[in-house]
């Protein structure tokens, strides 16, 4: 017989089949899940949200994967870099408001030029970091390791890389069959990070074409296996001028993508109780209250955009993405209402490092 909610929620772990029922819960059993993962948050990680100032500092990409909006091959889009001064003045800003912590994300790029360009940039955010209050991670996919490392030393403590997909099959659905757009390679990078010494972050898509329920369960199964210290992940959205959109009428309605996408949060925050999870932009694209929802659900992390409003056209990964017009002042009393609507204090003033990253090197 069929294992109820109320039965897989008392057990330790689960298995795919149990993640598979606790993914597709209704009515009575799915607000269970809820509840459950409130109190999972509330007892590891305490009702505390953190700010992470997010820089989306250059849209340029050398990939061209099938889902995004600014993927290498679509000419569509007028590609920017932010100068060294612009970040700067934002990563003033994000200290000058307590933020405690800032992502500095953009395309994938592993030219000299690029990887230099980010180490001086570090390193003239060391200077405004010199107390080391400021966590500062980077999300700017697969790099050598000793670019990892150069970036490490140069001032980055943290790193998103997510894997998209966790089964090969699909990832290679999603995107070209070519060496830089390699599962393993991916898989590595992940590894790597961790052996550098980072906070790693992943995370995946969720309602993409040709993926199942049991992909999704395997996907949570996946950030448990790698010890995963940070996870966001949210609803893959469609974008037009990208290969992926032909399929748009085999999708999932949107609705139904992001309910799925406040589950893995919720599922997620159970299975891996002193992580961080954010409340991804995605979330809210399609639900207005979607971020608040989250962190209800167990996330614990929202990133307030920092980037200035005239690069934000140039920064749309799928269609509606929010805060187009929204200066960081703006997104920051937009995010501080929905952060207490949720009930959560905002951690202002701490770096909010993941309890599993330190407890992760308390036992090398
Ligand atoms: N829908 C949702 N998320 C997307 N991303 C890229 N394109 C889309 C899309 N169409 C996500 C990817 C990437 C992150 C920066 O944005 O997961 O890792
Ligand atoms: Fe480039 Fe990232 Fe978009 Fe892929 S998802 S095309 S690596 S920006
Ligand atoms: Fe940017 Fe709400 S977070 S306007």
Not at 29 to 38: G, P, S
Not at 275 to 295: F, H, S, V, Y
């Amino acid at each position: 017989m069929n294992k109820t909610v109320q039965e897989i929620l008392s057990q330790s772990d689960f298995s795919r089949e149990d993640l598979m029922t606790l993914l597709l819960s209704e009515g009575d059993d799915r607000k269970h899940l809820f509840e459950e993962a409130h109190n999972i948050k509330k007892a590891n990680v305490g009702l505390k949200t953190y700010f992470r100032g997010l820089l989306e500092f250059s849209n340029i990409c050398a990939k061209n994967c099938y889902y995004c909006g600014i993927r290498r091959s679509n000419g569509k889009v007028d590609r920017y870099f932010l100068t060294e001064e612009e970040v700067l003045s934002q990563v003033k800003y994000a200290i000058d408001n307590q933020y405690a912590s800032i992502v500095l994300q953009s395309g994938e790029r592993t030219d000299k030029k690029f990887t230099s360009q980010v180490t001086s940039l570090l390193k003239r955010i060391a200077e405004l970091n010199e107390h080391r209050e400021l966590g500062v991670t980077l999300s700017m996919g697969e790099q050598s390791e000793e670019v990892y490392r150069e970036w490490f030393e140069a001032g980055a403590n943290r790193y998103l890389i997510r894997i998209e997909a966790s089964n090969p099959e699909l990832y290679n659905r999603l995107h070209p069959h070519d060496k830089i757009h390699d599962y393993d390679r991916r898989l590595e990078a992940i590894r790597l990070l961790q052996k550098v010494g980072y906070q790693t972050g992943t995370g995946v898509m969720i309602g993409l074409p040709f993926q199942s329920i049991t992909d999704l369960a395997d996907d949570l199964l996946f950030m448990k296996e790698n010890d995963i210290d940070m996870v966001g992940m949210g609803p893959y959205i469609e974008h037009h001028d990208t290969p992926l959109y032909q399929y748009k009428d085999s999708l999932m309605p949107q609705k139904d993508r992001y309910d799925l996408s406040l589950k893995m949060v919720a599922i997620l925050r159970i299975m891996m109780k002193d992580i961080n999870i954010a409340a991804t932009t995605a979330m809210q694209t399609i639900d207005p209250l979607g971020r608040e929802k989250a962190i209800k659900a167990g996330a614990n992390v929202i990133m307030p955009n920092l980037t200035p409003v005239k690069y934000r056209e140039g920064y749309l990964l799928y269609e509606d993405k929010p805060c187009l017009d929204e200066e960081a002042e703006e997104c920051k009393t937009c995010l501080e209402a929905r952060i207490a609507m949720s009930g959560d204090e905002i951690g202002y003033g701490e770096t909010g490092t993941s309890l599993h990253y330190q407890r992760r090197m308390n036992k090398k």
